[in-house]
């Protein structure tokens, strides 16, 4: 039988969880916790297991979605996922919420585009096979095309509107635009069920950009 995977996303203000078997989503449920999911994400995972009568234990892997996104939500998600893989004795694994979108594309080359606030965004450039071409990065929107590969390419994003008129006078005036769902906790599932799982406490964060204390520390 496929395995049973619990997917978290809690990395911005618009999440998700999902239950899938396999490639299979069960069940995929929109959050939206503009002040946090800390008190909102447990409440949501227990009607989702009850309503699909499966336990905690019952499942074969978890997964979290590792960012980028807010250090607090990429946190909360991570030690979600950390303590229930631990309490059932299961797998676990993390999964950049830029390869899930990229998952949504269709082009042979997918640069994808989070707002990442501060003027600038978090971006990379995978292929069709959902492998990393350019590395994910953080940037202002139009340093970062500059450095994008020669190809057939196309931008994904929940929302782009932010940084179209910054590819008028590119070479990417006429690129093709795909607008990815918030909630991405549906193609963490997908993703998860081919990656390689770890010890729930080997999970990392995958931040990108350096937190704002460690920005503006000074000895």
Same mark, same amino acid.
């Given at each position: 039988? =496929? ?5 978290? +996303? ?13 490639? !299979? ?9 503009? /002040?946090?999911? @800390? ?11 009850? &309503? ?5 234990? +019952? ?23 950390? %303590?229930?893989?631990?309490?059932? %004795?299961? *797998? ?6 830029? !390869? ?5 594309? @269709? ?28 590395? #994910? /990065?953080?940037? !202002? ?8 590969? #020669?190809? #057939? ?8 509107? *932010?940084?179209?008129?910054?590819? @008028?006078? /590119?070479?990417?005036?006429?690129? =093709? ?16 069920? +081919? ?13 990108? &950009?350096?937190? +704002? @204390? ?6």
């Amino acid at each position: 039988m =496929s395995p049973l995977i619990l997917a978290v +996303d809690t990395t911005h203000e618009f999440g998700s969880i999902a239950l899938a078997r396999g490639d !299979q989503i069960l069940e995929e449920i929109p959050l939206h916790a503009p /002040t946090g999911f @800390a008190h909102v994400l447990y409440r949501h995972l227990a009607l989702l297991l009850d &309503r699909h009568r499966v336990r905690a234990v +019952d499942i074969d892997r978890f997964a979290a979605a590792s960012g980028p996104g807010s250090f607090t939500g990429v946190r909360v998600g991570l030690a979600c996922v950390k %303590g229930l893989a631990e309490a059932a %004795g299961k *797998p676990a694994v993390a999964v950049s919420n830029l !390869q899930a979108l990229a998952t949504f594309g @269709a082009a042979p080359l997918r640069a994808v585009v989070l707002d990442a606030r501060r003027g600038e965004i978090y971006g990379a450039v995978y292929d069709q096979a959902v492998r990393l071409v350019a590395p #994910e /990065t953080v940037a !202002q929107f139009p340093a970062w095309i500059a450095t994008l590969p #020669e190809g #057939e390419l196309e931008f994904i994003a929940a929302d782009f509107t *932010p940084f179209r008129a910054a590819l @008028a006078g /590119t070479r990417f005036a006429r690129t =093709s635009l795909v607008t990815a769902p918030r909630a991405l906790a549906a193609a963490i599932a997908r993703l998860a069920l +081919d990656a390689v799982p770890q010890d729930p406490a080997a999970l990392d964060a995958n931040y990108v &950009r350096r937190s +704002d @204390a460690e920005l503006f520390w000074k000895e």
